[in-house]
């Protein structure tokens, strides 16, 4: 039950850039004096924040680890540009907010309901990368981390936590593990 | 109890097809089993031997046995495994934990050992739930399998047949046919009233094992036995050189006879019978 309502929470992370974008598109306005770029940038940040929050949250998760029989490395940060693209054209051309509720509806019942509703890259804000893994008997899995991995035998991870059964995020206690450089 | 390492517990569920039927229960540093400290003088498994509550059967090189799960041969990740559904609760068959990177724990689920009950926690807070689902997480395991020795240790066969499918070719009981061409044998005379149907269970695994012991016996050896068991069981019948198998206590002494149980101690010359045997050098490999 509240891993359904964490991935429901994922997934709005995810789909509500588009929102965003309508907003802007439209003009919206919630400060009246100042310019209005300060509300765009209030609108930005608050889906920056949830996904903040939304990776805190990753601890109340189930424990998994990778021990390091991996095969296959890929990475993926750039896999999500495609359909996010995607989601920018559309909130671009729903001309009235009553379509943006539909539009935003069909597209956050497939977004839940496929498994790449992490593809949020929001989290690159938060410096988290995203991997396709492959384990020796070929099963493919989507890691988040903060790690910067090049090679198979850089993939061992022991405070991974299961998002769903496809996709992992590495939590690593959010310090002082990532090894970059 | 925490270690460094994440440990896994998982089950084995029964489904149909051929798509993956193991599941991940959970993963954390807790140790869901301890290792036995009795673990170090196990004996290769012997159908009929009794074992000593301090000690396990073990069966070596055991990633090359047929029965082996592909689980166990395959190095073990537990992302590659689908979390286990409430709905499949009730379908577990076995469940296992991997620990330490190197240790299995298998404990077989029947489904009365999924107990639905009342339940009181006793603990800092008194918590009632009725209609809870659990397992106990028995002291020790069925099974245990160490990946670095590649050895699979137990205590009794017939707990972890349906884990290991196959295994019980081990215990193997000479079937009907095996059992009448033995007692059809020259140095054996049926009574009247006795037959291969009577034979029992426990005489017919004996049945199995002495057709093997025999093969490898030349004709000299084969009298010597036949000498052998006249002297240690005066009371059998016999007629025209042949023994006279009245019940299956006959057989028994026949059978015991042929696996070399009868023995007479150095003082007092006490003669007996050693009801489970090893050999020694074996165990003390």
Not at chain 1, 107 to 126: D, E, G
Not at chain 2, 107 to 123: A, C, P, T
Request: hydrophobic fraction near 40%.
């Amino acid at each position: 039950m509240g891993n359904k309502l964490y991935n429901l929470f994922l997934t709005f992370n995810a789909t509500s850039l588009m929102i965003v974008i309508f907003l802007i598109k439209q003009h919206c306005i919630i400060i009246n004096k100042a310019p209005n770029w300060v509300s765009y940038i209030i609108f930005i940040s608050i889906p920056v924040l949830m996904t903040g929050l939304s990776l805190l949250f990753t601890r109340f998760l189930s424990s998994d680890s990778i021990e390091g029989n991996v095969k296959d490395l890929e990475h993926a940060n750039n896999a999500y540009l495609p359909s996010y693209l995607g989601y920018f054209f559309v909130a671009l051309s729903v001309p009235d907010v009553e379509t943006l509720v539909f539009v935003f509806l069909i597209l956050f019942v497939f977004t839940y309901f496929s498994q790449t509703i992490y593809f949020n890259p929001l989290f690159l804000l938060w410096k988290r990368h995203f991997y396709y893994v492959t384990t020796e008997n070929n099963i493919k899995i989507f890691l988040i981390t903060r790690k910067v991995l090049r090679k198979p035998s850089d993939v061992h991870f022991e405070n991974l936590k299961r998002i769903n059964n496809y996709t992992f995020i590495d939590n690593g206690g959010g310090k002082s593990e990532s090894s970059d450089g | 109890m925490e270690g460094e390492k994440v440990n896994h517990l998982m089950a084995k569920i029964r489904k149909r097809g051929n798509d993956n039927k193991y599941r991940k229960i959970r993963s954390d540093k807790k140790f869901y089993y301890k290792l036995p400290e009795d673990l170090d003088n196990p004996i290769e498994y012997l159908p009929d031997h009794n074992l000593d509550e301090d000690s396990w059967f073990v069966i070596s090189e055991f990633s090359k046995k047929p029965y082996c799960l592909d689980i166990l041969k395959n190095n073990f990740e537990s992302v590659e495994y689908l979390q286990l559904e409430k709905l499949e609760i009730d379908k577990i068959d076995f469940i296992f934990s991997y620990q330490d990177k190197n240790e299995y724990y298998f404990q077989r689920v029947l489904s009365s050992h999924i107990v639905s009950k009342k339940l009181l926690y006793i603990g800092e807070a008194f918590e009632f739930k009725e209609n809870t689902k659990f397992i106990v997480i028995n002291d020790i395991p069925d099974a245990i399998y160490l990946k670095d020795q590649d050895k699979l240790y137990f205590k009794k066969l017939t707990s972890i047949t349906s884990i290991f499918k196959g295994i019980e070719e081990l215990y193997k009981e000479a079937t009907e046919e095996e059992t009448r061409e033995f007692l059809e044998q020259s140095f054996i005379c049926l009574d009247q009233g006795f037959s291969s149907e009577k034979v029992k269970k426990l005489n017919r695994k004996r049945i199995a094992m002495a057709i093997n012991t025999m093969r490898n016996f030349n004709s000299d050896e084969k009298k010597k036995i036949f000498d052998y068991i006249k002297n240690y069981c005066p009371n059998l019948e016999r007629k025209k050189g042949a023994f006279v198998v009245k019940s299956d206590e006959d057989l028994k002494s026949i059978l015991y006879g042929i696996d070399q149980r009868y023995y007479t101690t150095p003082v007092k010359n006490e003669k007996r019978i050693a009801n489970s045997i090893i050999p020694i050098n074996e165990s003390f490999k």
